[in-house]
Every structure is written in C-alpha cells, then in structure tokens.
C-alpha cells in the first residue's frame, strides 16, 4: 500500500505513523537510530507490505496488471488501493478524509526532525501539493504516477496506468473492499490496537 493506507493503519499513534512513513527511505542498519516508538512503526510498515503483497485478493488484483504493467502491477496496485481507500473511506473512519489529512501532516511536520534527509526535503512538498488528497481524483493520479515515472527503470512500464485502473475499476474495488478489512485486522492484532 501507499501513503494514505499505511498512515491510515497506523492506529492513531503518532510514532506508528512516522514510522510507517519513513520506512521505505531508510535501510535496516539506521533502524536502531530512531525512537522506539518509531522503530514499531518502521516494522509495522513492513509487515503491512508483506501482509499485503502475499494476500490472495492482493495478487488476484495484480495478475490483471501484469500484461500492461510486469513487474510494476505490486506497485501501482499499491497506488490503486489509496484510491480506493479514499473512495471508501466513510467504510473505515468517522473522520472525515480532508481532516484525517491535514491531521497527519500536522503529525508528520512535528516529528520532520526524526526523519531521513531525503524527507525532510520530500514532507513540505508532500504537503505543498497535498499528495494524500490527490488520490482522490483523475488528475492526481496522474500526477502521482507522472512523479513515479521519474524515479522508475522502466517508466514505459508505468505509462496508462490511470487507463489501466479505470479499465478494470469495479474489479480492483471490490479486490479491494475484500481485501482491506483482513489488513484492517492484521493491524489491530500486531499493534493491539
């Protein structure tokens, strides 16, 4: 999963949160040097991408990807479930998206000290462009995966991905409706929250 999912999965903690934002961008030997709290974060996120990347609806979900996308379907599924999850989101939370989103970043932005510089540079223009709503519409995607194009191998790869989620839209909902409570679960049975 991608931003929105994991700081969603976070269970309203602070630490948690960071950690599972910072976990991508940072290698295993600099663990040790953050908080805690942090480093619980750090393996929850972790454990949530190989939860998700071995779960049955998840690679029912990717197989439909592989002919455009090969190796990058895991990674735009990723993409796709924050859409989703933004769809959805009164099925998970009683606040509403846009306050959940100004929240996290306001998280986010007291603990930017704890954070690899790379994010330290990233968060403010995260925040700028408001990157967790951008799920939410066409044109944001686009702009996300545009942004993956980037820093990707193969970009070709990434082309109409878009395209390719409206194409198979009411399948990859409900892969991801059936999907999302057994994380939901997952989480809440390794954080006891």
């Known amino acids: 999963m991608n931003f929105l999912a994991h700081l969603f999965l ?4 602070d630490y948690l949160m960071v950690g599972n934002f910072v976990a991508d961008s940072i290698q295993n030997r600099d663990v040790p040097d953050f908080p805690e709290g942090v480093q619980e974060g750090i393996t929850l996120h972790r454990k949530i991408d190989s939860y998700t990347d071995s779960h049955p609806k998840v690679l029912e979900g990717t197989k439909v990807l592989h002919e455009k996308h090969h190796k990058y379907a895991p990674v735009l599924i990723d993409v796709y479930f924050d859409y989703f999850l933004s769809k959805n989101w009164n099925n998970y939370s009683e606040i509403p998206l846009e306050d959940f989103t ?10 930017l000290h704890l954070m690899p510089p790379v994010l330290q540079h990233r968060l403010p ?19 996300t995966f545009d942004k993956m194009k980037r820093r990707v191998k193969y970009p070709g790869l990434i082309e109409g991905a878009t395209d390719t989620l409206f194409k198979y839209h009411d399948h990859l909902n409900e892969v991801f409706l059936d999907f999302f409570p057994d994380v939901i679960e997952y989480v809440r049975k390794e954080c006891e929250c």
């Not at 976070?10 to 903690?13: P, T």
């Open 125 to 143: 223009l995260m925040i700028a462009d408001n990157w967790l709503m951008n799920y939410t519409t066409r044109e944001g995607l686009e702009f």
């Open 10 to 13: 976070s269970c309203d903690n």
């Open 102 to 111: 100004r929240e996290t970043y306001l998280t986010l932005e007291k603990y």
